[in-house]
């Protein structure tokens, strides 16, 4: 896999866009996870991002070995840049799942300022029964900004058996979980996802009051109906991506699985710090046309951005948009990747760059994949 860490292509042509006195700039297009790298690894998916206090960028994804389905075998790998990510690390591996009949789902990454810890979550056997016969939410712990993982810990054991997280049948993001910065619930930790096999049909969140030590079910959003079977056209939200916002209340940009209403991003809102969620908050924003994938979501600064497969039937078209008011409306947008493309993730990377994380096809195979990185400069 060595290639994967030296094989990078600066754009010939710089992509600058200009709206309102604001250029986002395309600096920098490189390749991190490599699919069929050396043969040993099928295709990689499922980028999740964040930035530390120290400015390290850390990255991860599933290493996915033999072939790109969610339920196979799977191990975690993981790469940072403290350079602004001009250069990363050699692909570290973090965790695996070895022998088990699912794979592991890595669902989300969190940056808790207040420890100086870098959290990643992620699921074991989410879409069929392994041989423990439950599933498992994990939450694995670097103190080091991911030079070294404590051992895993499956957060619905934390209180005993009987807690109202163990065999739940959920799976974290994809994307981030965010330390709430303001009040309500100010420090609190956040993860956000969606129910899985069928028990009912949810965006969910777990929350913790104590740095992650324990954890309990927070806001909610479930389908409608609750209970399948999910037809074309039903509401149902799954994968989700949040953000706080300046007034303290936190935004949830959610994946509209059976495009309810059109083919675009479910925007909902929590004003009780990650509680519940305030039902006469959600709309449908016709703007983010949506295939039905994962999108990433990041405030930055005054601007929030906001990526994904910008195409309403195929996952292509990775595209960034902007927007000056905190995702009401979008003031102007830029092309990533034109071509085959799915998954995308956000991180600031500094105070005047951003970086893009997407799941690309490899050329002349649409189903094996790679993880790329664009670094965008705002000014």
């Known amino acids: 896999m060595g290639s994967m860490s030296t094989f990078f292509s600066i754009l010939s042509a710089l992509l600058i866009t200009a709206c309102n006195g604001l250029n986002v700039e395309v600096v920098l297009d490189q390749v991190l996870f490599e699919g069929g790298d050396e043969g040993e690894v099928y295709a990689y998916r499922i980028p999740v991002a964040t930035l530390t206090d120290e400015g390290k960028v850390v990255v991860y994804a ?123 619930n100010k420090g609190r930790l956040i993860v956000c996802g969606h129910t899985i096999k069928h028990i009912y049909y949810a965006m969910e969140c777990i929350i913790s009051d104590d740095q992650g030590k324990t954890w309990k079910l927070g806001a909610s959003q479930v389908a409608l109906p609750k209970y399948g079977p999910m037809y074309s056209r039903a509401f149902w939200p799954t994968e989700v991506q949040i953000s706080e916002l300046k007034n303290g209340s936190i935004l949830f940009n959610v994946r509209n699985e059976r495009k309810y209403f059109c083919a675009c991003r479910i925007i909902m809102l929590s004003n009780d710090g990650g509680d519940t ?45 902007w927007s000056a008011n905190e995702g009401q409306s979008w003031d102007g947008a830029v ?25 690309r096809s490899m050329k002349g195979n649409s189903d094996a994949g790679s993880i790329w990185f664009t670094l965008v400069k705002i000014h």
């Open 62 to 184: 599933e290493g996915r070995k033999y072939s790109r389905s969610d339920s196979n075998s799977k191990f975690v790998a993981g790469r940072s840049s403290v350079n602004g990510g001009y250069s990363w690390s050699v692909t570290e591996f973090v965790t695996s799942n070895y022998k088990s009949n699912d794979g592991i789902n890595l669902g989300a990454v969190l940056y808790n300022s207040e420890q100086s810890e870098v959290l990643l979550f992620y699921t074991e056997c989410a879409h069929r029964t392994c041989a423990s016969g439950v599933t498992s939410n994990f939450m694995i712990k670097s103190v080091d900004g991911g030079l070294s993982w404590e051992e895993p810990v499956d957060i619905g054991k934390i209180d005993g058996i009987n807690s109202n997280l163990y065999n739940y049948s959920w799976a974290a993001g994809p994307g981030y979980g965010i330390q709430k910065k303001l009040q309500p």
């Open 277 to 321: 969620i305030d039902f006469n908050s959600v709309r449908f924003d016709t703007t983010l046309i949506d295939p039905t994938d994962a999108g990433g979501i990041l405030q930055h600064g005054d601007l929030m951005f906001f990526s994904n497969a910008a195409n309403a039937g195929a996952r292509e078209n990775i595209t960034l948009r």
């Open 335 to 359: 092309n990533i990747y034109p071509g085959p493309a799915a998954y995308s993730t956000l991180t600031s990377v500094d105070e005047n760059h951003i970086g893009v994380f997407y799941e």
